[in-house]
Structures are given as structure tokens and as C-alpha cells.
């Protein structure tokens, strides 16, 4: 029995290790341009569905297999996919929900354009006089103001969980403002 369980463990672990290269391939594919180690490793825990060790162990097992090519541009370090990558990509990309692969590429470019643009996405609770709080959020872009808001909300404990859910999806945040200030309230369905 206990030997039972450890090969139903091991082969989960190895399908879990198999979707991650395709995960991460399907993403390097779409995006289409070298990237570094650590701004891959951001995009793909954005997306909550990989652990960072399996992406780390996996990335380094794609490299060895050339699925992914390392070179060296202006003294940093880049990863670009193979054609072999490119292959495996196109293949196995339906072992994988498309929802979770189009939510994830997505937000991979979003994410990317954010770096670009150097926004900087910023969050802070204050407790005002009348024992409420105070949530200010904003958003500069190469130093300049491009949005700010703030709420008052009743409870340390909610403006505590608006601040954590500014920071984990920034992005989604700006968007969803400006598609709602703009009358797309489609947005909200999308």
C-alpha cells in the first residue's frame, strides 16, 4: 500500500512537472521575445498556478533539453524558446485548460507592458480621525502621476485585504478603473 502511494505521488509529481513546461513554453512562445529569468519567473507567479520550485526545477530541465536557448545580451543573462520548445508548445498545449493558458497570457502581457512603461504601482492604509481607514492607491508612470484613488472603508481588516489585492493584480486594477470610468461597463463581464 505505502508503496502504492508513493508511485501514485511520484507520477503525480511528473505530470504537475510536465504541465509546467508547458505552461511556461506556451507562455514564452506567445510572448515572442527574450526575456530574463527573473522577469519570466514574475510573469509566471503572477498566474497562481505554478509553485516557483517547479517552475525554477522545470525551467533549468527545459534549458538542459533545449527546449529553451540561454544566451548573453548587454551582460544579461536571456532565455528565448526553442524550435524544438515551439514544437512541444503547439503539441501538448491542450494537455491544459485554454482558459488558464489565454487568463495567464493575458496577464503576462499586461505585465510586460507595465515593466515597459516603468509603472510603479503603489498602496497605503492610514487610519483616519474617526477611526475608519483611509486606502490610497496610485499609479506613476517614469516618475509622472497617472492615477491615484482613494476609498474609506470601515475596518483595518478590509482596508488590509483591498491593499493585498492592489499589489497581487495591479494591472487588473488600473484596467478595470479605466474601462469603468471610460463606460465599459462590460468590462465587469469579461
Known sequence: MIINLIEKHT??????????KIFVLYLMQNLGRALDFIT??????QTDYVMYLDFA???HEMVDMHLIDKFEEDGKELY?????GRVVARELKSDLLASV????????LRYLDFKKRKIVAKCKVEKTDDGRYLVTC???????PIFSQSLVVDTENRAERMRNNFYERP???????VALMAGNVNYLFD
Open 11 to 20: 507520477l503525480k509529481q511528473a505530470k504537475i512537472k510536465k504541465n509546467v
Open 40 to 45: 519570466l519567473n514574475d510573469i509566471v507567479m
Open 57 to 59: 526545477e522545470g525551467f
Open 80 to 84: 528565448l524558446i526553442t524550435d524544438r
Open 101 to 108: 493558458l489565454d487568463k495567464a497570457l493575458t496577464q503576462a
Open 138 to 144: 496610485s499609479f506613476t508612470e517614469k516618475g509622472l
Open 171 to 177: 494591472e487588473a486594477i488600473y484596467r478595470g478603473v
